[in-house]
């Protein structure tokens, strides 16, 4: 209790997608997991520790890490103003994170968007990995032809990486909206800070 681990957030996942690409990183789109049962650490069906494994971490080695695209669909503690965070079917644990930063006003652990629409990359956060990768909904646009949807209205929330079934529209730089609801294929991660 005494670290300050959180829900990662989506300016967090942004500077992981940076890095990726940087020098720092694999430097090209990291390979999706395509592992059916959610197992994390795969590429094409390999394990985290082999060849083609390991090109699916942001550093193309064993390292870095993994599941930034493909596997499952990741929530990060991102919504918008635009909305109620309640309505939809927001979940219990997204909606008790956000609640529960606004009151303690954690503002460090969630990033908050004032947006309209889903093509409406005027709000996003600088450095976040969205609005640098537009024009939103068009994914021959998007870096690697990642799947592109801003917050809305009907999807107050954020998420990133995309799951195994979206093939080439999932990706490191892939983010979309969603209602908060819960499904097998939704996940999240936690960020561990000293």
């Not at 720092?24 to 795969?42: D, F, H, L, M, R």
């Not at 609005?131 to 809305?152: I, Q, V």
């Amino acid at each position: 209790r005494d670290l300050e681990s959180h829900m990662m957030k989506n300016t967090e996942w942004g500077a992981v997608a940076y890095l990726s690409h940087s020098k720092y990183g694999i430097q090209k789109e990291i390979a999706k997991n395509s592992n059916t049962s959610y197992v994390t650490g795969y590429a094409n069906q390999n394990k985290y520790n082999t060849e083609i494994g390991t090109q699916a971490a942001t550093t193309g080695n064993i390292t870095g890490i993994y599941d930034l695209s493909g596997g499952s669909i990741e929530y990060v503690m991102s919504y918008t103003t635009g909305s109620s965070i309640g309505v939809g079917g927001t979940s219990e644990i997204l909606k008790y994170y956000a609640d529960f930063y606004e009151k303690e006003n954690w503002k460090p652990y969630y990033d908050l968007y004032a947006s309209t629409t889903s093509t409406d990359y005027n709000h996003r956060i600088l450095g976040d990995a969205t609005g640098e990768m537009g024009p939103f909904g068009n994914r021959e646009a998007s870096w690697y032809k990642d799947d592109s949807a801003f917050l809305d209205a009907i999807g107050p929330w954020l998420y990133r990486g995309g799951y195994y079934l979206m093939g080439a529209n999932c990706g490191v730089f892939s983010f979309a909206r969603n209602n908060g609801g819960t499904h097998e294929r939704l996940s999240f991660r936690i960020v561990l800070a000293p």
